[in-house]
């Protein structure tokens, strides 16, 4: 028995040493592998012109005041609003119930408008507006909007809604801040229990329902706004997602002419590891093109795939804005924010740190700014190409995404009508953070498997 037992062992580790040797040769083999270098032309037509860009941005929600106290606040609104770009801030909407939002707020757009030199957009968007106006009479725990019941017919409060709307705005205006969009609510479609607040399409009033209207609480809102001087543009409906017809359910039951915009999320429609597979972003791209879309909030999957996402939703949607959800977070958003209050637990010496999301981000809010246009590029199945040009004609942008994980690829690029007088190129890879990789010597550059090439070019 002792005998047989060895033997077993004896097996076991002959088995186990075959495995390592074969595993260890493959590794050699792959390591000594030569790397395939693809090549293909891109051709760039200016002449064939798509969406204007109105920027990139992110959410301040929830963590607001971890930035205000933070006291290395000042490096970090560089980051955002200086190295990132961003050109879009989107807001809560708590007044009424969170006295001092208003006071953050304020020092979020003055800090951005002493970094970039510029004011910066804002969108405020209600989560849920306050206790009183709904009608489980908490503003958070999904309900709606409160209503009263005459002679079997059910009132919802539009016009106290709008009313709360305009307290907000007037307190804005008297803050110094004119909003350039509203959402009235975010993700009508979800009862979360966090702040929020249900409206279907339109009025649901059955035996076991009664949820308001989207469709009448924008037209209340709509009211209010063209009523006064300083008027936001109307974004909606700023759906959880784009799947199961969601958004074009909301849009279809409105008067398309109170809204600017059509606002969306990604939670559901996209598969955030491999956001190339989505069929419903180009068909929501699709439904009244000749609005503007807006992408208003997401931050899911790999930084990989928020690449994609981005490209998907400029090249297949048309987005005029393409917006990440939580700008600072704690442990994740574009920048994550240590505790302000406890710097024994910070994980560096500043309390900070930029995330893979806020270079990957940055290699399309950086380069590509409000008022360029998209123009026309032609496709290849290796690596996607998206490119910008401004008004002048005179400098353009090339985002470049390799797909690719096993092969690099080389590209060679020309403009009809133009010759490349300046190219820089910025890579962000598995290694590299937007890493600027220096002036470019010819058209021609290398994407290493799966990165994301961004090229600033001064044109003739």
Known sequence: ???????????????????FILVFSDRCKKETDPVITKEYDLNIDPET?????????ASLAYYEGWLTAHPNKKEIYDAIFGE???????????????????????????????????????????????????????????GTLKYSISNSNVQFDYSGFADWWEGALNDYNSHGINPTYIGIQN???????YESCRFDPFEKITGTDT????????????????RRTAKPKLLGPESIGIGFNVVENYINALNTSYLYGIAHHLYHGVNKDDPWSSTDIPKVGTFHPEMPHFQTEYSLGGWFSLAGLIYKSLNDEDAVAYLYWELIWDGSGLVSLDNPWDQSRWSNSKGYSKTKDFYVFKQFSAFIHPGWKRIGTSKNNLVASLAFINSANDSASIVLINRSSKDQCSVKISIAGHTIDKASAYRTSKVD?????????????VLPTQSIVTLVLSLK
Request: aromatic fraction near 8%; hydrophobic fraction near 40%; charged fraction near 25%.
């Open 433 to 445: 953070d937007c890493l600027n990789t220096g002036i470019l010597n010819s058209p021609e550059v």
């Open 211 to 226: 949820i308001a209207g989207y469709d009448k609480a924008l037209e209340a809102v709509y009211n209010m706004v063209e």
């Open 84 to 142: 990132l770009n961003l050109e879009i801030l989107r807001v809560r909407n708590a007044y009424g119930y969170d006295a001092g939002m208003i006071d953050r707020v304020s020092e979020f757009v003055s800090e951005a408008e002493a970094v970039k030199g510029k004011p910066i957009k804002v969108l405020s968007t209600s989560w849920g507006p306050p206790a009183y106006l709904k009608n489980n009479h908490d503003r958070s725990n999904g």
């Open 187 to 193: 993700e009508p479609d979800f009862s979360a229990s």
């Open 49 to 57: 012109q798509f969406q204007i860009v109105e920027g990139f941005g």
């Open 1 to 19: 028995m002792k005998w047989k037992i060895m033997r077993i062992r004896e097996r076991s580790i002959l088995v186990v040493m075959i495995g």
